[in-house]
């Protein structure tokens, strides 16, 4: 033996022994960190642990009010303490947001108010002990506004459009698009411009032909919202006038059923001051996607002035042909409004609580899109849901408030080839207290 110092076989054990020792501690150090903590949330959790959750409504647009609410399963579930996380993008991590208790039967609600929920985010709460819920997405598109600087042009006139991406988007693409379909839902881009520092935009574009012109904003989809689109608007364009042979609408913009006047002057060979008088002069129009046809002939008075007295019932280009001397008219657009009726099935409700929204459109346009819309606090109305009508020209959305208060809502058709489309009067909708959890649809 050595007398300083520990022997060879023992000092081999020894190690062995600390060696394991080591491998165990560092295998533990793995198992905890693969385990929920039981001070924290977990970071996210993708099935529920005797707690439920469900958001309505879901999509939203920036700033709509949000509920969200669940159930605590099984015994001593009543008067629990349930907290509300969330994880908004580009945050890695959850956080606390709000704290109810459950009722009776284990029920919970949280309301997010107006103005609050902008942008995509994710949610998840938990309750006492180890229950906690999954985590449910919560989708938020931009609310996009646009407008054009005149309601009005003509062919040679460029038309500037201007807009507003909310919440703040700098620096990025937003898209200028037409409503090309006769089925209303079809859409093209026909320019594009970029938002600024202040996320505004501004693009210039000039139309080619008459016409009316369904026009909308689109910002594409990024990490932070859904897709975004602003209310349709109408523009009518108007060809050049021929001088010496012109044309006019005694309105450019009519609703179905109301009477209109084509009127105009026939200026003698070579004048654009002296009227051609006694002269015959046919209308010639063309409806929605149809060819030109004669409509009507009559004689220029001792002016050289002419008028035809029409009721379209669908957008219509004309002209006026004269035969002596051969001229004839620039094409004149006037475009028929849709008339939209709407209802709702009652005008209270709770957060939560779904209403109908059920109407008309005149004239007939089965299968044609149709959107529903709600009114922001800033005034801008936004898109809620999409339908489209049946074969007799009815329609019916769902809609459920996410917020206490006032709602205004409104459907929109969209214009096309055969209409400009139009609006319903607004509907007023009065949101008081939350509808209870067993009234809603089932959460998971």
């Known amino acids: 033996m050595h007398a300083h110092g520990m022997q060879p076989h023992r000092r081999s054990l020894v190690g062995m022994g600390l060696a394991l020792l080591v491998s165990v501690t560092a295998l533990a150090a793995v198992l905890m960190m693969a385990l929920p903590s039981k001070a924290n949330a977990a970071p996210h959790p993708r099935h529920n642990h005797g707690l439920t959750i469900a958001s309505t409504p879901n999509p939203i647009t920036a700033g709509e009010g949000v509920l969200i609410y669940g159930q605590l399963k099984g015994p001593d579930s009543a008067n629990q303490r349930i907290v509300l996380y969330h994880r908004i993008n580009p945050a890695q991590q959850f956080t606390v947001v709000s704290i109810t208790r459950t009722n009776s039967y284990g029920f919970y609600e949280f309301v997010r108010a107006d ?6 985010r994710n949610w998840f709460v938990r309750g006492p ?16 506004t646009l407008a054009a600087s005149a309601p009005s042009t003509t062919t040679a006139q460029p038309v500037t459009f201007s807009g507003t991406v909310f919440p703040l988007h700098p620096n990025q693409r937003v898209l200028l698009q037409e409503q090309n379909s006769v089925s209303g839902n079809g859409w093209s881009t026909i320019a594009s411009g970029n ?5 505004a935009f501004s693009i210039a574009h000039r139309f080619r032909l008459p016409g009316s012109y369904t ?4 910002f594409p989809s990024d990490p932070r919202n859904i897709a975004g689109m602003s209310p349709s608007i109408s523009l009518t364009v108007q060809q050049e006038q021929n001088p010496s042979f012109t044309i006019n609408a005694s309105a450019q913009e009519i609703t179905d059923g109301q009477p209109e006047m084509i009127s105009g002057t026939l200026y003698a060979n070579g004048s654009t001051t002296t009227g051609q008088p006694d002269t015959s002069v046919t209308l ?3 409806q929605g996607t149809g060819n030109f046809q004669a409509q009507q002939t009559t004689m220029t008075d001792g002016s050289g002035n002419y008028s035809f007295n029409t009721m379209p019932l669908h957008n219509t280009v004309y002209y006026v042909r004269a035969m002596l001397p051969k ?4 094409k004149l657009f006037v475009g028929v409004q849709d008339v939209v009726n709407a209802a709702l099935s009652s005008s209270t409700a709770q957060v939560g609580q779904t209403v109908k929204v059920t109407g008309t459109v005149t004239p007939d346009h089965a299968g044609h899109a149709l959107y529903l819309q709600e009114q922001n606090a800033a005034g801008q109305w936004f898109d809620v849901g999409t339908s489209s009508l049946s074969n007799a020209s009815t329609f ?3 809609y459920t408030p996410g917020m206490m208060g006032t709602v205004n809502l409104r459907v929109q058709i969209t214009g096309g080839p055969w209409n400009i489309g139009g609006v319903s009067s607004t509907l007023s909708l009065t949101v008081s207290g939350v509808a ?3 009234s809603l649809p089932p959460a998971s």
Not at 115 to 120: A, K, W
Not at 131 to 144: D, G, Y
């Open 115 to 120: 103005g609050i929920v902008n942008s995509n």
């Open 129 to 144: 002990g180890y229950t906690h819920s999954r985590t449910i997405h919560e989708w938020v598109s931009s609310v996009v």
């Open 195 to 199: 938002t600024n520092s202040s996320s």
């Open 215 to 218: 026009l909308r904003a689109f």
């Open 284 to 286: 010639y129009a063309k």
């Open 327 to 330: 001229v004839v008219t620039a």
């Open 396 to 398: 019916a959305f769902k």
């Open 436 to 438: 209870p959890v067993t």
